[in-house]
T-cell receptor, first 116, second 112 residues
Framework: DGGITQSPKYLFRKEGQNVTLSCEQN?????MYWYRQDPGQGLRLIYY???????QKGDIAEGYSVSREKKESFPLTVTSAQKNPTAFYLC???????????????FGPGTRLLVL | GQQLNQSPQSMFIQEGEDVSMNCTSS?????WLWYKQDPGEGPVLLIA?????ELTSNGRLTAQFGITRKDSFLNISASIPSDVGIYFC????????????FGKGTRLHILP
């Protein structure tokens, strides 16, 4: 099946630890995105990438890092510099493949990060 | 970052009632999207709108791209229990990069 997968579903982080959230898509989409969602809030953009080996900061990039070495993969690292990392993290992709207009974003199932 | 104004923030309705929610922006959009999110899951795209005045249906859902390009609404007819969740609008500004702006969501509750 085509889609976006995120792993793990739940992730626990200790103080001072970096953790990496996985996002993979087999939709042949060019663009990928990471969002953070806090309770009762909308989605806030962390980083996005429109093409392999290139990415841009979103609205709340501090304390996060990303890489885009492959078209299918866009992992997000939550570093120890992110002082309030507890949130629900959503990955999305968009592209022209399959006739999808570039503006339409499709989401993965999310990863919930909790701090111990 | 700038956000859309989405209202209402939450709704409590009886099963079978119709629902209406809307989003407004201070700037012109060239795309409006409506998503639904179930608890603990990622948002699922319901309807995408690409032209001013466009009216699109998906089953019991109907959404419209406002003529001014600054607003959109979503209607749900004859609500059922599985309609419970959070509905998000999203839009893309004209002449901007590919970033999409999300509203804060409308949480729909259905009373037994």
């Amino acid at each position: 099946d085509g889609g976006i997968t995120q792993s793990p579903k739940y992730l626990f982080r200790k103080e001072g630890q970096n953790v990496t959230l996985s996002c993979e898509q087999n939709l042949n989409h060019d663009a990928m995105y990471w969002y953070r969602q806090d309770p009762g809030q909308g989605l806030r953009l962390i980083y996005y990438s429109q093409i392999v080996n290139d990415f841009q900061k979103g609205d709340i990039a501090e304390g996060y890092s990303v890489s885009r070495e492959k078209k299918e993969s866009f992992p997000l690292t939550v570093t120890s510099a992110q002082k309030n990392p507890t949130a629900f993290y959503l990955c999305a992709s968009s592209g022209l493949a399959g006739g999808s207009p570039q503006e339409t974003q499709y989401f993965g199932p999310g990863t919930r990060l909790l701090v111990l | 970052g700038q956000q859309l104004n989405q209202s209402p923030q939450s709704m409590f309705i009886q099963e079978g009632e119709d629902v209406s929610m809307n989003c407004t922006s201070s700037s012109i959009f060239n795309t409006w999207l409506w998503y639904k999110q179930d608890p603990g899951e990622g948002p699922v795209l319901l309807i995408a709108l690409y032209k001013a005045g466009e009216l699109t249906s998906n089953g019991r859902l109907t959404a419209q791209f406002g003529i001014t390009r600054k607003d959109s609404f979503l209607n749900i007819s004859a609500s059922i229990p599985s309609d419970v969740g959070i509905y998000f609008c999203a839009g893309r500004y004209m002449n901007r990069d590919d970033k999409i702006i999300f509203g804060k969501g409308t949480r729909l509750h259905i009373l037994p």
